[in-house]
Nanobody
Framework: VELAESGGGSVQPGGSTTVSCAAS????????TGWYRQVSGKERELIAG???????WYAESVKGRFTAFKDNAKNAVSLQMNSLQPGDTAVYYC?????????WGQGTQVTVSS
């Protein structure tokens, strides 16, 4: 199973972008867990998590600005990011649970600057 991310890129402050992620390969026992981001020199942090009761949890730093979507039928997720700020500059990763393992997308750079 592989996760392929797309989207992101360079955005001006206040702008928007979307990062998408889709699973391919032998897709059984797979479910999306959420989106993480990693700022250079810091640990990877969870910013949006899909809970088992069907809701989505958001970190305070992105709540109200980011929205995570999932399409279970297509084994795909996306992260819509609005009102972006320079502090959102990071590499964004999708995460799925595959059996007992956690698997990751390759990472997508989002840079917010004027």
């Amino acid at each position: 199973v592989e996760l392929a991310e797309s989207g992101g890129g360079s955005v001006q402050p206040g702008g928007s972008t979307t990062v998408s992620c889709a699973a391919s390969g032998s897709i059984t026992e797979i479910s999306p867990t959420g989106w993480y981001r990693q700022v250079s020199g810091k640990e990877r942090e969870l910013i949006a998590g899909f809970t088992t009761d069907g809701r989505t949890w958001y970190a305070e730093s992105v709540k109200g600005r980011f929205t995570a979507f999932k399409d279970n039928a297509k084994n795909a997720v996306s992260l819509q990011m609005n009102s972006l700020q320079p502090g959102d500059t990071a590499v964004y990763y999708c995460s799925f649970k595959y059996g007992m393992k956690t698997i990751w997308g390759q990472g997508t750079q989002v840079t917010v600057s004027s």
